[in-house]
């Protein structure tokens, strides 16, 4: 047992050192400040160009079925949800105008300021260094936030488009999710296992080395559903943080949630570039 101890102690201890060298904590909480600050005027867009598409009350349903169904809103999220979903059906029973259009540049800044805090960090956690980030990074950054919010309104189109086309087949009970907790969870969880192996193999300078193999992307997949279930038990016990959502409201709960996914986002590549290490060290 002692001979297992070192084993796990000494490349937890680099993980953890490298991760605080390279300020992780400080990206991880720059990188919730701006996808917080990027998500009312995301809403405003995509529930404007929802409205004019489909209409102000297929937009809504639409809306209701991306933000209800998802397993991971457990109580301590639904105000956030709540108001988030207020905004974008506000915004689907009026036109796309100058508000919509400014609130797209909006959340595009404040998403890409997002992706390249990210990217730096994963540059920095996977020693990807001197690799320089001028305009057409930030040009990159500002597509991918284009893309992002125009995958969202497609998904409502196709939720939206769906039950109808099922219908006329002749199938009325259709759902988004199937309604069984652990099938939902495990769904959520492939999806978050997919998002990790997009984040760190698109967003940094150069492909990580991180394939679907990797037992890291799997353990980061896992944290971040632990961080859903964590936030919301944590949430519900803790008097300290239910007394600053009362004075600041329920994005903190949304604020907390961020910076704990970053966090294991990031000490995952800290903990590839370990395993890449270690492996290099017994081949050698």
Known sequence: MRTYVPA????????????????????????AYFVLLAIAPAAVFIGAVAGAL???EDAR???????????????????????????????????????SIV??????????????????ALDAAFDFV???????????????????????????????????????AGITDFHVTTGIGWIDWLVFGVLAWGLVLALY??????????????????????????VSAGVGAYVGFSSTIGAAIAAFGAPMVVLLWLYLSFMGVLIGAEA?????????????
């Open 61 to 99: 349903s639409a809306i209701e079925s991306l933000l209800i169904r998802v397993p991971a809103l457990g109580p301590e999220f639904q105000p956030s949800a709540d108001a988030l979903l207020k905004v974008m059906t506000t915004a689907s029973a009026g036109a796309v105008t100058v508000t």
């Open 201 to 226: 193999r698109w967003v940094p300078s150069r492909r990580a080395p991180v394939t679907w193999r990797s037992p890291v992307a799997l353990a980061v997949a896992i944290w971040l559903l632990g």
């Open 54 to 56: 489909i209409g102000p």
């Open 130 to 168: 001197g690799v320089r980030h001028g305009l057409l990074g930030r040009l990159r950054d500002a597509v991918l936030t284009l893309v992002g919010l125009l995958v969202v309104v497609t998904l409502m189109l196709v939720l939206t488009l769906l039950p109808r086309i099922l219908r006329a």
């Open 8 to 31: 796990v102690v000494n490349p937890a201890r680099t993980i953890f050192t490298d991760y605080s060298a390279h300020r992780g904590s400080l990206a991880s909480g720059g990188m």
């Open 272 to 284: 590839q570039m370990n395993l890449i290490g270690l492996r290099g060290s017994e081949s050698d």
């Open 103 to 120: 609130s797209l540049l909006i959340a595009i800044y404040a998403a890409s300021k997002a992706i390249m805090a990210l990217r730096l």
